[in-house]
């Protein structure tokens, strides 16, 4: 039994292409056969937590692995008590068939050769060697939970279901068979209420993960694609990432205005500025130094271009992060806050480039009614963003009406950077040009 755990915690985690590597050491410890089962091919995150546990709840992207997590549970479940009735539900019957059982990672395809399993379509029945039996339910339907009753069940897409707090109240009632019921949750996350809530619920242990956890098993285009296309978005985020991402009552931002406002390419510009909030300290637990690049489009539209913010660093190493973003996006101006630091901030800077244009910056409100004005130009759609900056974005969207912060971090120090960039191009006074004056 030693040997047999010792195979299978160097195997569990590995990529396909490495399980041939143990193959030697599986035939030395007589374990030839250990590679067909899960335990052996599995992710760490894609087994049941060692914890005790009432509730295991995978929240993933696309691509995790969680059908084939849950079949592999479920395979296992049945051949550890014999005789155990389980049951699946998806969040229609169709879906339950086509994913859970005859999908590419279902109970069909990845069953043991030992477990003898037969599929009765018309009873809706998975029946195993040892008289162990699952069977089939649409979360649609809750109240067809009612009279049976298990020792295990797994429900996929969740997040999908149409009635889920009744139909999770049911098969909860229904889960009283054995000394120790238990529930398998799979699905991509979504922002719901109940959702979140059952993430803290007592009992519930919880697994994240992203597409990119199972990148072993997957098409490098498929990734690729998904990050080219997605990476840094709302959905993107979700959908591949395995996030929540909700938006705050409140806020200035939505997630919405932020999606709509997103564009690939820039047209060509007029003016280009970096705008910098300095930390008032440094180290690290200092807050970050905003640091944005945003630019005057020839349409008269403002393009947010970069995030380079930084994060526990020195002086002179943000200030150099401050002119590297100016020379590389070929900026005609810095814009600084010197409300912590007055005029050392711009001292600062042009230690490290005499030449560069520093335009101080004085904050006499607060960050929220400085970001009010700019907030109302993103809903005039005169605001774009070039990509996605997910941590510049979150700090948007939990910045409040009535002055008060809730999003990550304790300040919005790339949100504060920005809305100073996008005052200069939008808000401020024009630029003066160079000319010849007669008199």
Known sequence: MADERSVIE???????????????????????????????????????????????????????????????????????????????????????????????????????????????????????????????????????????????????????????????????????????????????PRPLAWLKELTTAVGVTVTRGSSGDNAGNLPGVYLRNMRRDYGGTRLGRQEIGGEFIDDLEGALWTRRLLEDCRVRNSPLLRRVVVAVDPPATSGSRADACGIVVAALGNDNRGYVLADDSIQGRTPEQWARAVVAAAERHAADRVVAEVNNGGEMVSSILRSVSCNLAIKPVRASVGKTARAEPVASLYMAGRVSHVGAFPALEDELCGLMVGGSYAGPGRSPDRADALVWALTELLLGPAPTKPGIQIL
């Open 10 to 188: 160097r195997a569990a985690g590995l990529r396909s292409e490495d399980r041939e590597a143990l193959a030697a050491a599986l035939i030395d410890a007589g374990l030839a056969d250990l590679p067909q089962t899960w335990a052996a091919q599995a992710r760490p995150s894609q087994v049941p937590p060692g914890v005790d546990w009432d509730t295991w709840l995978i929240l993933a992207g696309r691509g995790f692995g969680k059908t084939r997590a849950g079949a592999g549970w479920v395979h296992q479940m049945a051949d550890e008590v014999p005789g155990a009735r389980i049951a699946l539900l998806g969040a229609t019957a169709a879906d339950a068939r086509a994913v859970m059982v005859e999908g590419e990672s279902g109970l069909l395809a990845k069953a043991p050769k030992t477990a003898g399993l037969v599929f009765e379509p018309s009873l809706k029945r998975l029946s195993w060697a040892n008289s162990s039996t699952a069977h089939l339910y649409s979360a649609a339907e809750p109240e067809g939970l009612r009279g049976p009753q298990f020792h295990f069940a797994w429900g996929d897409e969740v997040a999908r279901w149409s009635d889920a707090a009744v139909t999770l109240a049911n098969l909860r009632l229904a889960l009283r068979l054995g000394s120790r019921p238990q529930l398998l949750l799979t699905t991509t």
